[in-house]
């Protein structure tokens, strides 16, 4: 005989996050994404402007980020058919060839 019981659930989702960029670095067993955001403050206490760079991190096992890429690449296909491609915004493009970044490969996973 089972009892009816009414489930109740909260959910915090933490808010918004905007990610300025992402790293992915991984080991034998799970796959981590760091998304970092960058956002410059002021401190009205001795009137100087400091950077906040904040991380949201998310970790999970190989075959699950197998299937978020699979997800992603089908996004971005449906995407690109009902808005057009999507490309890199020049002022980036001049930013990293500027710095030198756009021929370099980094030593980890890094996009952003």
């Given at each position: ?8 659930m909260?959910?915090n989702?933490?808010?918004?996050f905007?990610?300025?960029e ?5 080991n ?53 058919k ?12 001049k930013?990293?060839?500027?710095s ?13």
């Open positions: 005989m089972f009892m009816e019981q009414e489930v109740r909260n959910v989702d933490g808010g918004a905007f990610a300025d992402v790293s992915v670095i991984h034998p067993v799970k796959i981590v994404l760091d998304f970092k955001s960058v956002t410059p403050r002021m401190d009205l206490g001795n009137q100087q402007m400091r950077l906040v760079m904040i991380h949201n991190t998310v970790a999970m096992e190989p075959y699950l980020a197998k299937d978020l890429a699979k997800v992603l690449n089908e996004n971005i296909k449906t995407y690109e009902k808005f057009g491609p999507i490309v890199k915004p020049k002022s980036l493009k930013v990293k060839a500027f030198g970044t756009e021929k370099k490969k980094e030593k980890a996973d890094y996009f952003g």
